[in-house]
């Protein structure tokens, strides 16, 4: 059986099935004038050959001997009977009753084809059903596939699509056999054309006149409710009306909600009509509007205000929406609606203009924000308030633009218009806020702190996130520029939760860059690693270019920090590449004079001075002070490199010059220590060495920097050394160096020279050393590696006894203890010498050493004990990381016991997940989790459950039917069963969600 609606290929179909079958076919097509039942079986007779005497008498009786001695006639010949158009029979009427008749006295080697828009109204179906003896085709069955968009094209007309315009025809058509088929072959008017006459003919046509009209004025609805289509008619029977759509089979798709869906091209189709009538088309999309308003639907009912025409409502609805949107990041949307009302009628609405300011400074375009505001200025009408609104908004776009001191006037004026007319909260909190941030560009922190602090103040009282996150973030920075790295830290990790929470990745990866920057600051650089791999991670994956241009940046600063140059290189060409596609020339003199330094310490002096003196030149056209000062410490330490002492000084002391205006940094710190050990050699300039020193003292503890400063001690002590024998600064150097003389851990041991190793354990085994991958040949045995996996997994050393049992469980005597050592010489030959290291008989991983192990994160993730807005994030990235069993080329069986333990903690993290992404509505996100679980294991009924639970609710019937034939598909042929009555149950509902066109 065949049911799908108009246009879908059920007759093509059965004629290709009963062209490639060896057998007799006798076809009896239904036509819409045929409502009589002698009529019927008649020409049922002369199909099949069978005689029809008698049918004169047009009685019951003669029917039946008729009806008799066709099945007879079938039965002879083992023929295949099609009956098409079944739809046209009346429902409960003598007429199916004859199909009906043929269905249950069929002999079984004769099979009978029916196909039908709607599914007939046969007696029997459900009993056949349940036997097992219907096969049903329907309309997600004979929907194109892209690949078939691609493969009908060319046939029928030769015409050859690239894969984007077959993936555009098969989002336009839904799949739809008939409208692909005028699409792929032909011309796109042409086509448009053709189908709107076959909509007509064979869609809208065969409904009532009432209905065609009902559905025409609903058109301008995209979803379809009973309130609603009664709202837009002025009806009361939209319900009664719409069911009469349903049992028509127009393409519709049932949502949530008892929302039903038209197929996009019957609706454009009855819209473009309804547009001719432009008084009614107007009319209705007013009514939409105001029906969706009362519904709180605002967003949308902005769409329709905008399509009516009815620009005062449009606006209305605009500011009222604009705040909670502009909160919920959606600023692209309100952009669409302002660009939806024409200039003028925003022009005429202060509000209206107000918000198309604050988007435009959002989005960067600073000079149209400023002409906006500076047009209400003129006008004179603004109060004291909205001109204090206009004031903290032409801040932003000054300091957008770059004009920071502008910036600061404007926002000083916002702050007294705010106070002096006595606005609301949160506009004084907008003024302050922008004129905290303002003087923190300005390099004025202090000031700057405690603008910005009153203003978050007010929004995290308000509950206000987003702007909270903000806030905190930027006092966070200016704190740590300040050298309150306690505090900074402090606002920047609140900060990181508040983004997280909120979901907005593009502010979190610019907080995450900013938090490691003081993390750095604080001599923290394991943790400022991790920082920065999940910024680079983020940016990457989201495509932020310009924010991971700036975290790959500082990534490969700490690199360089570390000692590693070739990946301090990789990341700098990296930002280069990225500057350059992006435009932002003050990261790119940063990154080059970063460059320099490297190819200066790796023995290429010549490149890194044509690097700087490129970044030198850069800073200069720029006029920025703080590029130049970076671009001349990077030219001396190539000339400190070269010997040339004095030129080194040289241009360290104007670094020193440079940096010195603009407060205490890493940088400058960095520039004095480097000073420092250019000036120490030369003993005619001790007095200038003794200053750079004292000063040097006097920048750390204003910066809260002790710890950095222990870090570069441990390559810079000449100088250091001499300042404490000096007694320079008191007793400062002394403590300093005690702090830099104490065993660094994790990836502090970088400074050592040790290098990052970093190891993957599910689905596979593979180690990389500073990136590079560890070949098998270079680990010579399996053993060898299966020692670093137990090293890593136990937390205690072990004793080498321990180590044997565990791996070499079946030896013993001096074959287990030389296989041990054999197996211990290629570790760390494979890895590095000092990787595993002895003491007291007993070996563990070195505690200096790098080792970033994938179990143990995915560990972190699955225990922690975040809050529980954050858990969300944590299992999901516990659940990515897992992929698949731990170590699956090991069988020892200590590998058996992770392996199952830690199976066991995904299955606990991935259910976790799922409950609480159900929880939040995630839908989509529970069922993406669920297909994990399954992929995992192809019989876990309990995921695919949940699977189609989610489905259901958020309406993605294909995704929950997929899982479902999967998992059919693999009890059947594995073990021979089917999924339980509860899965089929939702299964079918799905499909009942599944749109059926014409």
Known sequence: MVVAPAGYGKTTLLVDAITSLDERAYWLSIDEWDKDATTLVEYLCLAVGASCEGLECDSQEARIRSLGRAVTALAAADAILVIDDVHLLPAESDLAGIVDYLARQLPQRTRLFLSARTRPALPSLPRLRIQGQVVEIGSADLAFTEEEVLTYSERASGRVLSAAEAKAILESTGGWPTAVALKAAQDRSSADDQLDEYLFAEVISKLPSDVQEFMKKTSVLPVLTASLCNAVTRRSDARQLLDIVERAQLPLLRLRRGELRLHALVRDHLLETLREDAGNYKENQRRAGLALREAGRLDEAIQHFAAAEDWPAACRLIVDEAPRAY???????????????????????????????????????????????????????????????????????????????????????????????????????????????????????????????????????????????????????????????????SHLEHSREQWRRIGNTKELSWTLNNLAMAYILGGQLTTARELLVEAVAITREAEFMRMEAYAVTSMADLDRLSGDAASARRGYRRALALTAEVGEPALRAIALSGLARVEASSGDPIQAEALAREALADARERRSGFEEALARIALGAIFKQRGDADRACDELASADALLGTLGPSREHIEDLVLLAESLLPLRRRRSQLVAVLERLATVVESAGAESYLALLAREHLSSLQYAASRRVAGPFYKTLLRKAQTKPTGLEARAEGLPFVDIKSFGGFSVSVDGRPVLDVEWESGKAKELLLLLLTTEAPLSRDEIIAQIWPESGGRKASAVFHSSLYRLRHAVYQTAVVQDGGRYSLSPSGTFHFDVQRFRRLVESRSRPEERVEELGAAVNLYHGQFAPDFDSEWVEEVRGELDRLFAEAAGRLVDELLLRGQHSEAISVCQILLERDAYDEDACKTLLQAALESGDARAGLRAYERLTDALVVDLGERPGDDLARLAADLRAQLPSPP
């Not at 005429?348 to 400023?370: I, P």
């Not at 801040?395 to 006037?409: Q, S, T, Y």
């Not at 973030?473 to 520029?481: D, F, K, L, P, Q």
């Open 327 to 489: 909160l919920d990041g959606r600023w692209h949307a309100i952009m669409t609606w302002l660009q939806a009302v024409p200039r003028a009628d925003r022009e005429a609405d202060v509000e209206v203009s107000l918000w198309e300011a604050r988007v435009l400074v959002r989005f960067g375009g600073s000079d149209e924000a400023l002409r906006v505001i500076e047009r209400l200025v003129r006008l004179g009408t603004l109060s004291e308030a909205m001109m204090a609104e206009a004031e903290s908004l032409r801040a932003a776009a000054l300091r957008v633009k770059g004009d920071p001191e502008a910036a600061i006037v404007s926002g000083r004026l916002a702050v007294e218009l705010a106070f002096k007319s006595n606005a609301s909260l949160n506009i004084i909190a907008e003024a302050k806020k922008q004129f905290g941030i303002a003087l923190f560009t300005s390099g004025k922190y202090e000031a700057a702190i405690q603008e910005m602090r009153s203003a978050l103040e007010i929004f995290e009282r308000r509950g206000e996130d987003e702007e909270a996150a903000t806030l905190n973030g930027c006092v966070g920075s200016a704190m740590a520029s300040l050298g309150q790295v306690d505090e900074a830290i």
